[in-house]
């Protein structure tokens, strides 16, 4: 079987969950002896017609702008033939789905976060690429031979709102490697983190809206007064943000730490130096995909307290892998002061994690599913 990836951003890109879950797939994909070749397809610039080939990890990687967008796809057919594209996120899908459908190819999408929660969000209305987006997406909803949702929560509202029929949507959670896990890394160094400090930490943007890092800071101060040796590591950017977060915090600013510009391999060693890792999501449509960073949390064996939303009710709570709690800042500090202050309660949870992590986001595991998937789509093929 060979696999063609399509992505709406550069490989390898940032280090976000988004672009690092497609270079997870390839890498698990070619260990299974899987053919897997690249593309980006770009939107700038908006003229050229110019493909370009590189290779990534010995993988081909193109890049297509996107007057190219169907016959770069052409080439690459004469060049790699393959038997399923597999879209990543709503970008990857409605720019491919043009040669998808010309030529009849099988596409898979995989749904990073549903369409509509983001694409321009501050404008009142909308504009033209919101447009775009989710009308092409229809069309992609309705020709694509499989879908990949992140969560439960996705998988209904594709099913319900979009009109895919159950058989063709699958829930696969975005996997990671948990052999970087499992070897043995120096201990780090934090500035302003000594030995004798009970660590708070959060992985992740510390600005965009859904994650809800406004929420831990406001609980933040409740947690200072009651355990003067807590701190607080922000792991994410922008700095600025940090600053403005520090202001905020008071008297407590100085017992918050940002890390920005961390590596995957420098966020593994990083949170086993954590005492407890928060995750204050917000309730909202755009969480009711899991993100990465949960996968992340879990394989680091650490204590986890997190909202109760979506699927961490059951990956977190019913598997008794997690401290959940409600929304709010309030319940927020009780759940983490309840982990610092219980060591058995924080033994337990850390206990739990390495199961779940495996049984969910381990991708020797979902690799299978997705291998699952591929063949589906080539026995469905296209909807329309």
């Not at 797939?25 to 908006?46: C, E, F, H, N, T």
């Not at 960073?293 to 939303?309: E, M, N």
Request: hydrophobic share 40%; glycine share 8%; with cysteine.
């Amino acid at each position: 079987m060979r696999i063609l990836m399509v992505t709406s951003f550069p490989i390898p890109g940032e280090y976000d969950g988004t672009a690092m879950l497609p270079i997870k797939i390839m890498r698990a994909l070619k260990q299974r002896g899987v053919d897997v070749v690249l593309a980006y397809l770009m939107a700038r610039p908006p003229w050229g017609w110019r493909v370009s080939r590189t290779e990534f990890e010995g993988t081909p990687s193109y890049s297509i702008p996107p007057r190219a967008w169907v016959s770069g796809l052409r080439q690459i057919a004469r060049e790699f033939p393959f038997d399923v594209v597999h879209a990543q996120h709503y970008g990857g899908a409605t720019r491919s789905y043009f040669a998808c459908r010309r030529y009849n190819w099988p596409l898979v999408y995989e749904i990073h976060s549903l369409l509509g929660d983001e694409v321009e969000r501050s404008r009142l209305g909308r504009g033209l690429s919101f447009r775009f987006y989710t009308t092409v997406e229809r069309w992609v909803c309705r020709h694509a031979a499989m879908v990949i949702a992140l969560g439960e929560p996705v998988k209904n509202v594709v099913v319900e709102e979009k009109g895919i029929p159950a058989e063709r949507v699958t829930v696969i959670y975005p996997g990671i490697d948990l052999g970087e896990y499992e070897r043995p890394s120096e201990p780090v160094t934090i500035p302003g983190i000594g030995p004798e400090h009970r660590v708070i930490m959060y992985v992740g943007s510390i600005v965009h809206p859904n994650q809800g890092v406004p929420i831990l800071i406001e609980a933040l101060p409740a947690v200072f007064e009651k355990l003067p040796e807590a701190r607080c590591v922000l792991v994410g950017g922008p700095a600025d943000a940090g600053e403005q977060y520090r202001s905020q915090l008071g008297a407590f600013g100085d017992r918050l730490v940002v890390l920005t510009g961390q590596t995957p391999e420098q966020v593994v060693a990083l949170t086993r130096r954590a005492d407890v890792l928060v995750h204050p999501r917000l309730a909202c449509r755009e969480n009711f995909s899991v993100q990465s960073k949960i996968a992340v949390y879990l394989a680091s064996g650490r204590p986890i307290v997190a909202t109760d939303f979506g699927d961490y009710t059951t990956i977190l709570g019913e598997s008794g892998a997690g401290r959940l709690t409600a929304v709010a800042p309030g319940p927020l500090a009780e759940g983490i002061l309840d982990v610092l202050t219980h060591p058995d309660l924080a033994a337990r949870l850390s206990a739990a994690t390495q199961p779940v992590a495996r049984e969910f986001f381990g991708m020797e595991r979902n690799i299978d599913r997705y291998l699952d998937v591929y063949h589906r789509a080539l026995r469905f093929g296209p909807r329309e």
